[in-house]
């Protein structure tokens, strides 16, 4: 019991990418499963560290392979999150939780903002992701917004880790990757906007009639 408990210390504490290159190409006869599960881990052990995975997988699958993997764990796992606290834990604890006024405002600011609001906070990869999947699926966000906020989120999340890797310090050395890493946000951010008006459009044409 002792060797399986500092093993999994060391997987909590000390891992290295290559760490994870090295699992990664052990069970490269798996295919892209390895790649995909890591990342989804995550959304249920926020403890573990989704930065490396995310940058182990552009290394071993190479960028595009290694951010398209990622970005399939990282969102299933967060749907999957989601969708076990809407259907097991929303009306449970629901009137528990809303006697508490900080959780109640805070639950309200999540609904009042949907799409824009999840949608910039998982974009920044050191969002406490698995405290807002949770969240979310407490409050009465709607599930297609939900899953639209973290696909895209995450996609731009996954695509910052991978294209500057492990060393965040390298946008500062290399402005470029500042700069083309800003753009996608602010392209992004565009697009989810537009996207947000047209989830509440249906909302509003249902009220007015």
């Given at each position: 019991?002792?060797?399986?408990?500092?093993?999994?210390?060391?997987?909590?504490t000390d891992?290295s990418q290559?760490?994870?290159?090295?699992?990664?190409?052990?069970?490269?006869?798996?295919?892209?499963f390895?790649g995909?599960?890591?990342?989804?881990?995550?959304a249920?052990l926020?403890?573990?560290?989704?930065?490396?995975?995310?940058?182990?997988?552009?290394?071993?699958?190479?960028?595009?392979?290694?951010?398209?993997?990622s970005?399939?764990?990282?969102?299933?796992?967060?749907?999957?999150?989601?969708?076990?606290?809407?259907r097991y834990a929303?009306?449970r604890f629901?009137?528990?939780l809303?006697?508490?006024?900080?959780?109640k405002?805070m639950?309200?600011?999540?609904?009042?903002?949907?799409f824009?609001?999840?949608?910039?906070?998982?974009?920044?990869?050191?969002?406490?992701?698995?405290?807002i999947n949770v969240?979310s699926?407490?409050s009465?966000?709607?599930t297609?917004t939900?899953?639209l906020?973290?696909?895209l989120?995450?996609?731009v999340m996954?695509?910052?880790?991978?294209y500057?890797g492990h060393?965040?310090f390298?946008?500062?050395?290399?402005?470029?990757?500042?700069?083309?890493?800003?753009?996608?946000?602010?392209i992004?951010?565009?697009f989810g906007?537009?996207?947000?008006?047209?989830?509440?459009?249906?909302v509003?044409?249902k009220?007015?009639?």
């Amino acid at each position: 019991m002792g060797v399986y408990w500092e093993k999994f210390k060391y997987f909590l504490t000390d891992l290295s990418q290559e760490d994870i290159l090295r699992w990664l190409d052990e069970y490269n006869d798996l295919g892209p499963f390895p790649g995909i599960l890591l990342p989804m881990l995550e959304a249920f052990l926020p403890i573990l560290p989704l930065v490396l995975f995310v940058a182990g997988n552009a290394a071993a699958y190479g960028f595009f392979w290694g951010v398209l993997f990622s970005w399939i764990g990282t969102v299933f796992g967060s749907v999957f999150v989601f969708l076990l606290v809407r259907r097991y834990a929303q009306q449970r604890f629901m009137r528990f939780l809303t006697k508490h006024n900080k959780t109640k405002s805070m639950l309200s600011w999540v609904e009042r903002k949907g799409f824009g609001l999840l949608f910039v906070l998982y974009c920044f990869p050191f969002t406490p992701s698995a405290l807002i999947n949770v969240v979310s699926g407490l409050s009465k966000v709607n599930t297609l917004t939900f899953v639209l906020a973290v696909s895209l989120g995450k996609l731009v999340m996954v695509f910052f880790i991978s294209y500057i890797g492990h060393d965040f310090f390298s946008i500062i050395r290399e402005p470029v990757k500042m700069i083309v890493i800003s753009v996608v946000i602010v392209i992004l951010w565009l697009f989810g906007k537009l996207l947000e008006r047209k989830l509440h459009k249906p909302v509003n044409t249902k009220i007015s009639e």
